[in-house]
């Protein structure tokens, strides 16, 4: 099993290492992916109210027969729902979806400017009422962790931010570890438009590993905590056998050094 953890600015343990979702299907697909990596060691799962998935993602998790507190369910507000009390409606809609009583991380998913503020006081109230174990952020900028920080003193636990070889967010990430808050990478495989990379495709026959399981490792060694998306079954059993080899510094090096500040997805300052 894979039993790698970060401790969150609150004292919540959270893996490392776990499933997205995004795009996988509602019903059979999602359902059977989260079992699938339930039986493969992960116990985190990444969804989102915006990925319309959440429901079959509750019945991967039930199906696979874990135990509730044995898994770390992560879903997200959606920008239209943004605002207090839309926030907190939201919110119990998805708690229905993915039939559970409580959420281990709850995510603002964009920082959607004049809203997230009302957003974050919806959060600190289901927060301090023990409905989301903690309580964070995705898509924030460092400017928009100054105006929540500035405005309120429950410091989000984690911010989930596009982060791969290609966009390494070293500066975010450096404001982000003095602010003890968790960086968590998504699309770390960068949608999967990094796994051809040549330095990539070097790196990984050096170590007899495949493209993926070497950017999974990148991420692991800088302490971020990354979500890779499949929903094949031999892919999700690869992308978590990811334990048993060690980048050296120099390869890690050489890895950092492929950043050019490129995004597969929405910049964050001008999303729709
Ligand atoms: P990703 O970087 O995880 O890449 C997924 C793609 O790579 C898929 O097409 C998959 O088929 C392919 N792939 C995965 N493993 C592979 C393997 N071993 N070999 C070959 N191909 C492989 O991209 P993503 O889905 O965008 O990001 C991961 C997760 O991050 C999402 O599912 C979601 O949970 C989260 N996310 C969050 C936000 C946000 O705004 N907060 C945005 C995007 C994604």
Redesign the pocket.
Same mark, same amino acid.
């Given at each position: 099993t894979i039993k790698t953890r970060v401790r969150l600015n609150n004292r919540v343990e959270m893996p490392q290492f776990g &499933?997205? %979702?995004?795009?996988?299907e509602n019903g059979m697909e999602v359902t059977n992916a989260v079992e699938a990596a339930i039986q493969a060691g992960y116990t985190l799962i990444?969804?989102?109210s915006f990925?319309q998935n959440e429901s079959g993602v509750g019945a991967g998790v039930k199906n696979s027969g874990i135990n509730r507190e044995d898994i770390f369910i992560t879903s997200?507000v959606w920008n239209t729902d943004q605002g207090y009390e839309s926030t907190l409606n939201a919110f119990q809609k998805t708690l229905k979806e993915l039939d559970v009583e409580y959420l281990d991380l709850y &995510?603002i998913?964009?920082p959607v400017e004049g809203r997230f503020l009302d957003t974050w006081r919806a959060f600190e109230k289901l927060y301090e009422e023990g409905y989301i174990k903690a309580a964070g952020v995705?898509?924030f900028q460092i400017h928009h962790l100054e105006k929540l920080l500035a405005n309120s003193s429950l410091v989000p636990a984690v911010n989930? %931010?596009?982060l791969?070889p290609r966009l390494t967010q070293i500066e975010l990430r450096n404001y982000c570890s003095e602010k003890k808050i968790q960086v968590e990478s998504?699309?770390? &495989?960068?949608?999967?438009n990094l796994?051809k990379e040549p330095t990539i495709e070097y790196v990984a026959k050096k170590y007899g590993k495949?493209?993926?399981?070497v950017i999974i490792r990148w991420h692991l060694q800088n302490e971020l905590v990354v979500?890779?998306?499949? %929903?094949?079954p031999e892919?999700i059993v690869?992308?978590a056998n990811v334990f048993d080899f060690v980048l050296s510094q120099e390869d890690m090096n050489v890895l950092n050094q492929l950043n050019m500040n490129e995004r597969?997805?929405?910049h964050p300052d001008h999303f729709k």
């Open positions: &499933l997205g %979702v995004y795009k996988a990444d969804t989102a990925y997200k &995510l998913h964009w995705s898509n989930q %931010v596009e791969h998504w699309s770390p &495989l960068g949608r999967g796994l495949t493209p993926a399981q979500i890779p998306k499949s %929903v094949t892919r690869e992308n597969f997805g929405q």
